[in-house]
């Protein structure tokens, strides 16, 4: 028995030696993503727990249109390798750079620190790359850590509350935001936070969840009501689900014209799907091989009829080839959001947004992947 | 002969796909295949004639790997950020890169505070949290510490300065046992440093390989001092005190990782075996270790394997004139003495070979070294082509 044991040890050891080291990197990808959800980098690092968060129309009735998302942070004290040690971290993510870089006010009134009139405290001015606390007498009382982030169109700022006319934040129950792009006037109502940490969520995830996959559907359902994947014999179009036979026949086709980027895109797409169904060291060698006919399609279709589709074809491949092998996440998002840009059909578009949330969500990009989404639902509710 | 053959084919099909395919099949990828198989086919079969005498290629990969991998990261960063500097926008964005230096001062305050107290991402980079962690504990299971002296990408530095001299200046021998005491209070220091900070002091304050990779801009008087520290770190335990002791002095009396690694060991599949009855108490083995593992008492107490701090390289194994030193399954090692006299002697079938534990070890070791290198190397010899290339134009 022993003996046995002894020498099941050593196979296992041998196979973890041989193919368990291999097996790991292959397929570390799904490994960290599930223990990618198991932790979270310390908050003091990140700007500390979000407390509120406002979307898109609820934000302010004066703030700029272009305005998509507001989140107020817990205020942080003792924060290490950070330039100042206690800040209150608010951001600010707008649809497109413009609007980022035009001035902005908040002005913050806190429970603690009311005045007679109940306004606000004090206010927040940003300029094209930074910003200023004034009181309310209109009295400098520091600069802000300004962040331009996401291309230009997230601002993240730091208020450093080494100042004790800003110290009261630590202490404050609730704090109210008004943003506007003018002066403030009685009309607005503020934003309203209670300065906890807020839970995590786990309603709204499943209700995103079940969202995405509706509008996955729905666009399937309308895809191929109009286009049936049947097999289209009389111009010799073989069964879709025929993959060799798909691939010979665009690969005739591409030989007959190697510049018809429809044939390029579709003999692509099924080598990709080709490498789905192989072996693992087969299915790497097929993927990347097919990146060369999806990429030289893309660049023959560039502002042609009908690039809607080549592009949608790379950018599905990369949307579900795995992101620690093929590292494709980024490039497929991108493709999606040229889609937005060419196309006219509302399913589409929000399929597309929705494909793209999927994309920068697999890359961690976290807030590209909320503005997304809002775009998504801005489609289609 | 037919196991190394085996081993080789088996490598030669790990290093085609991670290597080869993984970067789209490019003349450069082919190149850097074709090193790391001439390496692992001459080290197998060199292994093959004489235990020991393979160590010459774990050397050489360790140290082209080093080199490599800090051209390729500065690249890098160069690209993202414009300097080796670290900028307030990486670090208030939890963008700094992750590594395994990192894990044992971020492991004990995870338990505590269920953060990670390191501003990096948790995943969708290569060197995020999660996929450190990952490589981490796989490392841990199979290799161990030997991680240190075949896949470190900083430990190549000290591999590559203590072979820079042919002679020895300053005998370490009498001061190993100091030097592996002074090394795990260092360690306990930077744990209960890190637990009370919340932040990585090691990293901060002490890491000498900030200067082959990034740095905090020396702002205040703390950077000043954080930075004079680290170039003097790098100065004399990676370059000067390896050059004159031929030792791997950072990682063996400073490095938490190395520690950890030493501490954690005990989980892998692999150690190192002392035959005591073959024994002749030359102490070759403990004047060669580079990590200070082998010294006087464990070759009188007849302990039977080397010291905790073991990173399993095999330099002792070539210089040992008896032969009495060897790799072995740690399920095999007895407690408190060695299994001697169990592999046996004689003729042994190509399948006994092919499971030989110094066999296995090489190839899990080769295995991890040339995935994790194969995107840095890559990177680093375009650079290099580059350069070489624009040198040539201008000419």
Not at chain 1, 131 to 152: C, H, M, P, Q, S
Not at chain 1, 357 to 370: D, H, I, L, V
Not at chain 2, 175 to 201: D, P, Q, T
Not at chain 2, 222 to 241: C, S
Request: net charge neutral.
């Amino acid at each position: 028995m022993n003996r046995f044991h002894a020498k099941f040890k050593i196979l296992s050891a041998a196979f973890s030696c041989f193919f368990g080291i291999t097996l790991f990197f292959v397929f570390s990808d799904i490994m960290t993503n599930f223990l990618g959800s198991f932790l979270r980098v310390d908050p003091s690092y990140t700007g500390g727990e979000v407390c509120g968060e406002f979307i898109g129309n609820n934000i302010s009735a004066n703030a700029k249109p272009e305005l998509v998302h507001y989140t107020v942070h817990q205020p942080v004290t003792n924060a290490r390798w950070q330039r100042s040690a206690e800040y209150w971290q608010l951001v600010l993510e707008y649809k497109n750079p413009v609007a980022a870089s035009e001035d902005t006010r908040i002005y913050i009134g806190l429970d603690n620190q009311k005045n007679n009139d109940g306004l606000w405290d004090f206010e927040v001015l940003l300029t094209a790359g930074e910003g200023k606390v004034f009181d309310r007498d209109g009295n400098f009382i520091t600069a802000v850590e300004y962040y331009l982030l996401n291309d230009g169109t997230q601002i993240k700022f730091r208020i450093p509350l080494s100042d004790k006319r800003l110290q009261k934040v630590l202490g404050a129950k609730k704090t109210y935001h008004y943003i506007v792009t003018e002066e403030l006037s009685d009309e607005i109502n503020p934003l309203e936070v209670t300065m906890t940490a807020r839970k995590k969520d786990k309603k709204a995830e499943a209700e995103t969840r079940a969202y995405v996959s509706h509008v996955k559907e729905l666009y399937y359902q309308t895809r191929f009501a109009a286009d049936p994947e049947e097999a289209d014999f009389d111009n010799g179009k073989p069964d879709a689900n025929d993959i060799d036979a798909c691939l010979s026949y665009y690969g005739q086709k591409i030989k007959d014209n190697p510049e018809d980027y429809e044939s390029l895109s579709n003999y692509g797409t099924y080598l990709a799907m080709k490498g789905g169904r192989s072996s693992i060291m087969k299915a790497t060698a097929l993927v990347k091989e097919s990146y060369n006919y999806l990429d030289k399609a893309c660049e023959l279709a560039f502002e042609k009829e009908g690039e809607i589709d080549v592009l949608l074809n790379r950018a599905s491949v990369s949307a579900s080839v795995p992101e620690q092998v093929f590292g494709k996440a980024e490039s497929g998002a991108e493709d999606f959001m040229r889609i937005v840009l060419l196309s006219e059909d509302k399913i589409l578009k929000a399929y597309s947004y929705v494909m793209a949330y999927e994309c920068y969500k697999k890359r961690g990009n976290e807030s590209k992947a909320f503005l997304a989404l809002q775009e998504a639902k801005n489609m289609i509710e | 002969m037919i196991s190394c053959l085996i081993l080789s084919a088996l490598m030669f099909l790990i290093v085609t796909f991670f290597v080869v395919i993984m970067n789209d099949c490019s003349v450069i990828s082919v190149i850097y295949a074709a090193f790391l198989m001439f390496l692992y086919i001459r080290m197998t079969f060199a292994e093959h004639k004489k235990s020991g005498s393979g160590v010459i290629y774990r050397r050489i990969f360790q140290t082209v790997f080093a080199v490599g991998f800090c051209m390729a990261f500065i690249s890098d960063l160069y690209a993202e950020r414009g300097s080796m500097a670290i900028t307030e926008n990486a670090l208030s964005s939890a963008e700094l890169p992750f590594c395994h230096i990192a894990i044992p001062q971020v492991l004990v305050p995870l338990l505590v505070t269920k953060n990670i107290i390191f501003p990096a991402r948790i995943t969708g980079h290569y060197a995020a949290v999660a996929s450190m962690l990952l490589i981490w504990f796989i490392c841990t299971i199979t290799v161990g510490r030997g991680w240190c002296s075949w896949i470190c990408f900083y430990g190549g530095w000290e591999e590559g300065f203590s072979h820079v001299a042919k002679k020895r200046r300053i005998k370490l021998l009498p001061k190993n046992k100091e030097l592996r005491e002074f090394h795990f209070g260092f360690f306990f220091f930077i744990i209960l440093a890190s637990l009370c900070e919340l932040a990585c002091v090691y990293c901060d304050w002490f890491c000498p390989f900030k200067l082959v990779t990034e740095f905090a801009p020396a702002t205040s008087i703390p950077t000043l001092i954080a930075m004079i520290l680290f170039i003097g770190l790098f100065v004399g335990l990676v370059v000067v005190l390896p050059i004159l002791t031929k030792k791997r002095t950072q990682c063996s009396s400073l490095c938490p990782f190395g520690a950890f690694a030493s501490l954690t060991d005990r989980f892998s599949l692999f150690g190192m075996k002392i035959d005591t009855q073959k024994c002749s108490g030359c102490m070759k083995c403990a004047t060669t270790c580079p990590f200070s593992a082998i010294d006087i008492k464990t070759i009188q107490e007849k302990k039977g394997h080397p010291e905790i701090t073991c990173a399993k390289c095999g330099e002792c194994v070539g210089v040992c004139p008896q032969k009495a030193i060897s790799y072995e399954f740690r399920f095999r090692l007895n407690k408190g003495g060695c299994a001697c006299g169990s592999s046996g002697s004689g003729k042994k079938s190509a399948l006994q070979e092919l499971l030989h534990p110094a066999h296995l070890f090489r190839f899990a070791a080769f295995t991890f070294s040339a995935i994790m290198s194969s995107g840095f190397m890559i990177k680093a010899l375009n650079l290099v082509c580059n350069f070489v290339t624009s040198i040539g134009g201008a000419k």
